[in-house]
């Protein structure tokens, strides 16, 4: 798998556990495909083929590269502390721009901090609060997404809708262009601020037999003008997408 690719999947994280959500088998494995749009100019889409394990016990929890450990769980409110891998990654050498290919590298980093889920009859509200714990970026990101789930038998589909906070200093490690980078490339130097970014997702799962389940998400993002005016970027919104199939133990 090359470095493109890992970073794909590091992006695509919350996509493999939205079928954990409702998990009552403590392992599940599969297999699954996504589809990840590059936000960056030259940069390349990517189908990737994405391993499912899924691992609930009363303390810890696993969704295929993230995982944490439980700090309070019941039926309605479940509180902890997770990693997971960064958000995003740029790489020079994969890009086909000869101006973008002269930009400093923005490397993976590990995320770290709180999650938090509600689940009511009036839907279910979920959250995180993770920050750069290598110091590649310094940087914090804030999720926040209310979903109302609809069951039809074996079938189940949750509308979402939500808006990512991304600080300043994440905002520039991975959209921002320094003096330097002007001066060697000729592209304009940019600093830019926090932002919000609003979504929509929606994920629909139909289970086949009692352990084997198929699942698939999207999520539609409208970038914040913070990002999508980075001299980086040439796109207002990025799709990303998920498809598996899994069977619980």
Known sequence: MNRFKISALALLLPLCGVAQAEQTSPLTLGASVA????????????????????????????????????????????????LAGSAQRYDPDDNDLGAMKGLDERHMTLMGGLEYRHI?????????????????SDGIVWDLT???RFEFG?????????????????NRYYYGVSSHESARTGIRRYQPDDSWSPY??????????????????????????EIKDSPMVDTDSQLTTWAGISYSF
């Open 120 to 136: 009511a009859e009036w839907g279910i509200v979920r959250t995180n609060l993770l920050g750069d714990v290598l110091g590649k």
């Open 154 to 170: 074996d079938f189940s589909v949750a509308p979402g809708i939500g808006a990512t906070w991304t600080s300043a200093n994440q």
């Open 35 to 82: 589809y990840a749009q590059s936000p960056y100019k030259g940069g390349q889409d990517r189908y990737l083929p994405l391993p499912v394990i899924n691992y609930e016990s009363d303390s810890f929890w696993l969704r295929t590269l993230q995982g944490g450990y439980y700090l309070w769980k019941d039926q309605q409110d479940q509180l902890s502390v997770t």
């Open 200 to 225: 929509l997702e929606l994920s629909a799962n139909y289970r086949l037999t009692e352990r084997w389940n198929t699942s698939v998400y999207a999520r539609y993002t409208r970038l914040a003008d």
């Open 146 to 148: 209310y979903l109302y």
